[in-house]
């Protein structure tokens, strides 16, 4: 296993002046960082899983049978450095990262809101992110081929190049999704609470679309009907192709955008429906 560990700390100092100045005192915040470098072997459709609570994550591919993990952990103290972990369990066809967040003492839990980790993560072309999960921060993900799990709780999901099976999931964020090419895809789900939805499909998907918001708009393009229930609420159906696929996108406080390469961008009709 190629691996390369390189660690640095820097503590930061603000002087006399973070003693009256507001500013100054919450610049202090994560004034201790530590940075993590390592890469894994895997193989090319092997699978990849990560959690963390808070930090932004961002994924891409590249060309090489290894996961390149590069991370900076931040902390108000070396405390809080040291407790906070990056565990990584790694075989041939399997990586998980992990973190692990400091277990505070009960008066001691607002703690637990000054740590973070920042992930950029390299993975093989073809791998499979079977469980992305975030809490209180973003998921960027970009060029994977396999299957991809990705969710957060507070924060935007943004991936792009996607080539096979789906499940983007978030709370409080928006959820953006391209897809490179459709052969094979058999699932495709979108789903947010508070947030909106976009879709960019290739010109030969073959799928059968459904959406629905509840506080919302939505957009499809040509052979999508979009349908507005009274007094709230609408809905999307319709066949892309030969409708092989399922995709399906939801949200309660927000829009839904469907947009098909190639297709026709006209805004379809809406059919007023009541609500039994």
Not at 47 to 55: A, I, K, S, T
Not at 73 to 80: F, N, P
Not at 194 to 219: C, F, M, R, W, Y
Request: proline share 3%; hydrophobic share 40%; net charge positive.
């Amino acid at each position: 296993m190629n691996a390369i560990l390189t660690m640095s700390r820097r503590r930061a100092s603000f002087g006399v002046c973070l003693l009256c100045s507001p500013i100054l005192v919450t610049l202090a915040a994560a004034a201790v960082t530590e940075e993590f470098h390592q890469t894994y072997p895997l193989t090319a459709s092997g699978e990849v899983r990560l959690d963390n609570v808070n930090g932004k994550v961002r994924i891409t591919a590249w060309d090489q049978a290894e996961v390149k993990v590069d991370a900076v952990k931040r902390a108000e103290t070396q405390e809080g450095l040291d407790a906070l972990k990056i565990e990584i369990t790694a075989k041939p066809t399997r990586v998980r990262i992990h973190t692990e967040y400091p277990k505070w003492k009960a008066k001691d839990y607002r703690k637990t809101d000054s740590v973070s980790v920042d992930y950029e993560v390299k993975v093989p072309v073809g791998a499979h992110l079977e469980e992305v999960e975030v809490v209180n921060a973003g998921v960027e993900i970009e060029g994977v081929t396999g299957k991809v799990g990705a969710s957060s709780v507070n924060g935007h999901l943004i991936v792009k190049g996607l080539a096979s099976d789906s499940k983007l999931e978030t709370v409080n964020g928006n959820v953006e999704a391209a897809f490179q090419k459709f052969e094979g895809v058999k699932s495709v789900s979108l789903k947010s609470v508070n947030g909106k939805l976009q879709l960019n499909l290739p010109s030969d998907t073959s799928a059968e679309v459904s959406a629905k918001t509840v506080n919302g708009t939505i957009h499809g393009d040509a052979g999508l009907t979009v349908t507005k229930h009274q007094p709230v609420g609408s809905s999307l159906h319709g066949t892309l192709g030969k409708g092989e696929a399922h995709i399906k996108l939801e949200t309660v406080n927000g829009s839904i955008r469907v947009r098909c390469s190639g297709a026709a961008t006209s805004v379809p009709r809406q059919q007023n429906v009541a609500l039994n």
